[in-house]
């Protein structure tokens, strides 16, 4: 009896280990959004190109799109820009852009010399909708499923391995599901 | 002493400017001190370390806006909280909800007194058991311990 009590010590270090060892790697930074599984929030925005043109969740309805959060302030968004559009124009995804917290004029003036990967671009200058879907730092890119609803966020710059890894399974998923 | 005087008058008039209470007017103190309760008890969820009270991101702003949008629209904590939460995640609020996933660090503190008094009346009823058990060294012992301790050592 008193033999087992002695090896209460290495149980409790070797359960401290196992779930200790579970959290490395995982960045702290990157939450998983409240909203996976949820519809999109209720939205009224003006399109970025056409100011009169009123747009809401509708966008999202009938395929699997991306939802890609950016702005010109933000320099993480100019590094994943030329990703985005190589998405748009050699792997034919639907991307609908949000400009968030920005100003139209210098939104323009980027996708003039950058290239405009967004089939749709809505334009949120006072964050409403960015605040709605919980984004916390630009960039940010939801997948979208064609009945609206959030499926998965990526937080930080998309590229060709995050592109592999984590999103195209969901698009994937989701386009098959359809 | 202009100089002094100066100074001091600087120092005076710091607290003024630091405090937040004039970018978010409220009638009452009590009002204004529910909502301080409030922004302490929120996480930033870019700054992750900061509540959104001493956070400076442009995140930390937009919730105390809506934290103090959703009070002037009379709204209680709770409301208040759950608004946040459904938006950011359970991760903004400092106090956790008991619920299922929580329970065990709910319980933690409890559960290590509970197991910290078993082993002081293990330890406790043990002693006594030992104290009341063995009277002490058999005579034989007795002499023997004598022996060695060299009482007759003065024999040699």
């Given at each position: 009896m008193r033999r087992v009590l002695l090896f209460i010590p290495v149980l409790l270090a070797v359960?401290?280990?196992?779930?200790?060892?579970?959290?490395?790697?995982?960045?702290?930074?990157?939450?998983?959004?409240?909203?996976?599984?949820?519809?999109?929030?209720?939205?009224?925005?003006?399109?970025?190109?056409?100011?009169?043109?009123?747009?809401?969740?509708?966008?999202?309805?009938?395929?699997?799109?991306?939802?890609?959060?950016?702005?010109?302030?933000?320099?993480?968004?100019?590094?994943?820009?030329?990703?985005?559009?190589?998405?748009?124009e050699q792997q034919g995804i639907r991307i609908v852009g949000l400009n968030y917290k920005d100003e139209r004029e210098l939104a323009l003036q980027w996708l003039d010399r950058l290239g405009d990967p967004y089939q749709v671009s809505l334009y949120d200058p006072r964050g409403e909708l960015g605040f709605?879907?919980?984004?916390?730092?630009?960039?940010?890119?939801?997948?979208?499923?064609?009945?609206?609803?959030?499926?998965?966020?990526?937080?930080?710059?998309?590229?060709?391995?995050?592109?592999?890894e984590d999103l195209e399974p969901v698009v994937r998923k989701f386009r098959e599901d359809s | 002493m202009r100089r002094v005087w100066l100074m001091l008058a600087v120092l005076a008039a710091t607290p003024l400017w630091a405090s937040t209470s004039d970018v978010y007017p409220f009638d009452s103190a009590a009002e204004q001190e529910r909502f301080n309760n409030l922004i302490t008890e929120l996480r930033c969820p870019k700054c992750q370390n900061q509540n959104i009270a001493d956070?400076?991101?442009?995140?930390?702003?937009?919730?105390?806006?809506?934290?103090?949008?959703?009070m002037q629209d009379g709204a209680t904590n709770e409301e208040v909280t759950n608004a946040l939460v459904s938006r950011f995640g359970e991760f903004v609020r400092y106090k956790?909800?008991?619920?299922?996933?929580?329970?065990?660090?709910?319980?933690?503190?409890?559960?290590?007194?509970?197991?910290?008094?078993?082993?002081?009346?293990?330890?406790?009823?043990?002693?006594?058991r030992a104290a009341a058990g063995s009277p002490g060294l058999s005579a034989e012992e007795k002499a023997r311990a004598e022996r060695i301790l060299g009482k007759d050592s003065g024999s040699h």
């Open positions: 359960t401290l280990g196992i779930v200790l060892f579970a959290g490395i790697g995982k960045d702290p930074n990157k939450l998983e959004s409240a909203l996976i599984g949820k519809p999109v929030p209720e939205f009224v925005l003006a399109d970025l190109h056409n100011p009169e043109v009123q747009l809401g969740p509708e966008v999202f309805r009938g395929q699997v799109s991306l939802l890609n959060v950016w702005g010109t302030w933000c320099p993480a968004c100019r590094d994943e820009h030329g990703d985005l559009v190589w998405l748009a709605d879907l919980g984004v916390y730092g630009a960039p940010e890119t939801y997948v979208i499923d064609p009945d609206g609803i959030v499926r998965y966020r990526h937080v930080g710059v998309v590229n060709e391995k995050v592109w592999r | 956070s400076n991101s442009p995140i930390s702003k937009d919730m105390r806006d809506e934290v103090y949008r959703m956790p909800r008991l619920e299922q996933r929580t329970w065990l660090l709910w319980a933690t503190p409890v559960l290590a007194v509970l197991a910290g008094l078993l082993v002081v009346a293990g330890i406790v009823l043990r002693s006594r």
